[in-house]
């Protein structure tokens, strides 16, 4: 067969583009690289609204550490970031995030504004971005924390906004990607506002068990039970659902690693296993376990979005 073209390097525009793709797939993509920001910053009240099914409008406010105006516009910029220093640390990540990925590849494909204040300065600041491309930087009344607003997802990859399904579907998405973050970080007071309606809100009192209560309502949280577990390897904290309270599909089920939400196969069965012959068939126990372990024993470095891992240890 004859060739086509030779080979080239792809130019920059071309390699955003494609990193973009695969750091956001939709809307929700789009909460969970915000919402994990502003937990690494170490916020304690996370407010998230959306709009549109979020293609038209997300934005992400906190009261965390906040981005000094000089580090703005490195902040959008593919590979910059302020959690990894070293190869060594590399192999302990205790961040959600570490790649320096999220911001560019969201201002990539959206027109975002990024709006920062810092503890020590007395004004914050406010960046805009639209399709990779910086268009100033302003003076921002926002107090103490950071603001992300991302509007028009998509507007220049007509190609994968094909590919998103209605406004219903892209919101229960947002809505599950903000509730198992929520659930599994209860020191952090969450807000989600979709399409105008307040859909969940928790105290952030540090409590598994009451941020299920105030997200799936006190009936539901009645019929929990703790889980606290020390091992050798770490701890799991967090709750099942007693045997007669279950789910008929694993939308119920959440296992996070240090606060970080993922999925995995091999512990799902395993805690199945448990609930063996306790359920009816094709019934499924509900959970949050959060397994809190030395960050050298789990890689995460293994998926663009993160949501697998790699125990050293299984
Ligand atoms: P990463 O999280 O992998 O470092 P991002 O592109 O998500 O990459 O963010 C780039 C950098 O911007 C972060 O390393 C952090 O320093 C800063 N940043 C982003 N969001 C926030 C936020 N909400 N609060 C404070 N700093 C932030
Ligand atoms: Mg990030």
Same mark, same amino acid.
């Not at 906004?161 to 892209?170: D, H, T, V």
């Not at 959970?287 to 024993?297: E, R, S, T, V």
């Given at each position: 067969?004859?060739?086509?073209?030779?080979?080239?390097?792809? %130019?920059?525009?071309?390699?955003?583009?494609?990193?973009?793709?695969?750091?956001?797939?939709?809307?929700?993509?789009?909460?969970?690289?915000?919402?994990?920001?502003?937990?690494?910053?170490?916020?304690?009240?996370?407010?998230?609204?959306?709009?549109?099914?979020?293609?038209?409008?997300?934005?992400?406010?906190?009261?965390?550490?906040?981005?000094?105006?000089?580090?703005?516009?490195?902040?959008?910029?593919?590979?910059?970031?302020?959690?990894?220093?070293?190869?060594?640390?590399?192999?302990?990540?205790?961040?959600?995030?570490?790649?320096?990925?999220?911001?560019?590849?969201?201002?990539?494909?959206?027109?975002?504004?990024?709006?920062?204040?810092? %503890?020590?300065?007395?004004?914050?600041?406010?960046?805009?971005?639209?399709?990779?491309?910086?268009?100033?930087?302003?003076?921002?009344?926002?107090?103490?924390?950071?603001?992300?607003?991302?509007?028009?997802?998509?507007?220049?990859?007509?190609?994968?906004?094909?590919?998103?399904?209605?406004?219903?579907?892209?919101?229960?998405?947002?809505?599950?990607?903000?509730?198992?973050?929520?659930?599994?970080?209860?020191?952090?007071?969450?807000?989600?506002?979709?399409?105008?309606?307040?859909?969940?809100?928790?105290?952030?009192?540090?409590?598994?068990?009451?941020?299920?209560?105030?997200?799936?309502?006190?009936?539901?949280?009645?019929?929990?039970?703790?889980?606290?577990?020390?091992?050798?390897?770490?701890?799991?904290?967090?709750?099942?659902?007693?045997?007669?309270?279950?789910?008929?599909?694993?939308?119920?089920?959440?296992?996070?690693?240090?606060?970080?939400?993922?999925?995995?196969?091999?512990?799902?069965?395993?805690?199945?296993?448990?609930?063996?012959?306790?359920?009816?068939?094709?019934?499924?126990?509900?959970?949050?376990?959060?397994?809190?372990?030395?960050?050298?024993?789990?890689?995460?470095?293994?998926?663009?979005?993160?949501?697998?891992?790699?125990?050293?240890?299984?």
């Amino acid at each position: 067969m004859r060739r086509v073209a030779k080979i080239q390097v792809l %130019p920059d525009k071309l390699v955003n583009l494609i990193a973009a793709g695969e750091v956001i797939e939709r809307p929700a993509s789009v909460v969970k690289e915000l919402v994990e920001n502003s937990l690494d910053a170490g916020a304690c009240r996370i407010t998230i609204e959306t709009a549109g099914g979020g293609r038209d409008f997300i934005r992400v406010t906190d009261d965390g550490c906040g981005i000094p105006k000089a580090e703005l516009s490195l902040a959008v910029k593919r590979h910059a970031t302020s959690k990894l220093q070293s190869v060594e640390q590399l192999w302990r990540i205790s961040t959600l995030g570490f790649r320096g990925e999220a911001l560019a590849s969201i201002s990539e494909v959206a027109h975002v504004e990024l709006a920062s204040k810092t %503890p020590d300065s007395d004004v914050g600041w406010a960046l805009r971005v639209s399709g990779g491309r910086q268009e100033g930087l302003e003076p921002s009344g926002l107090p103490q924390g950071t603001q992300v607003t991302v509007e028009d997802l998509f507007f220049n990859t007509p190609a994968r906004a094909k590919y998103l399904g209605k406004q219903s579907g892209e919101n229960r998405q947002i809505i599950k990607t903000v509730q198992d973050l929520a659930l599994a970080n209860p020191a952090v007071a969450f807000r989600l506002v979709v399409e105008g309606e307040l859909r969940l809100s928790t105290p952030g009192d540090g409590s598994y068990l009451s941020a299920a209560g105030s997200i799936f309502g006190p009936e539901f949280a009645k019929k929990l039970i703790t889980v606290s577990y020390q091992g050798e390897f770490g701890s799991i904290i967090g709750w099942v659902g007693v045997p007669g309270h279950y789910g008929s599909n694993r939308q119920g089920q959440v296992f996070a690693i240090n606060g970080r939400v993922f999925r995995h196969t091999p512990f799902t069965y395993v805690v199945e296993s448990v609930f063996k012959g306790r359920l009816p068939v094709r019934r499924f126990p509900v959970f949050m376990l959060n397994i809190q372990i030395d960050a050298a024993g789990v890689d995460v470095n293994v998926h663009p979005t993160k949501q697998e891992v790699k125990f050293r240890h299984e």
